[in-house]
């Protein structure tokens, strides 16, 4: 079975920064596309960062030039960095993982709240 963990998140001000992790646990061989997703209240959830198991990264446009994604392959983890957040940014953050042979895992959701 695979377990997935998020931590980090919260409130800051607008134009703070905040941290995401998302670390995978359990019997894993090797884990493909890493993703952040984020639903706001009222809206679908939508895509907010991605990168590949050779580090190749793509960002939503509206988070491009603030957030960063990273991962840390010998811990399973998949990081956020969010910088220079917008009140727009609030929302709840979940990890997708792709773990081979096993599918797709969500992690369990983070709220970020942008507010002065």
């Known amino acids: 079975q695979v377990q997935l963990k998020e931590s980090g998140g919260g409130l800051v001000q607008p134009g703070g920064s905040l941290r995401l992790s998302c670390a995978a646990s359990?019997?894993?061989?090797?884990?493909?596309?890493m993703g952040w997703y984020r639903q706001a209240p009222g809206k679908q959830r939508e895509l907010v960062a991605t990168?590949?198991?050779?580090?190749?990264?793509s960002y939503a446009d509206s988070v491009k030039g603030r957030f960063t994604i990273s991962r840390d392959n010998a811990k399973n983890t998949v990081y956020l960095q969010m910088n220079n957040l917008k009140p727009v940014d609030t929302a709840v953050y979940y990890c997708?993982?792709?773990?081979?042979?096993?599918?797709?895992?969500w992690g369990q959701g983070r709220q970020v709240t942008v507010s002065s």
């Open positions: 990168i590949t198991s050779g580090g190749i990264t």
């Open positions: 997708n993982l792709d773990i081979a042979w096993q599918g797709r895992y």
């Open positions: 359990g019997s894993i061989a090797s884990i493909f596309n």
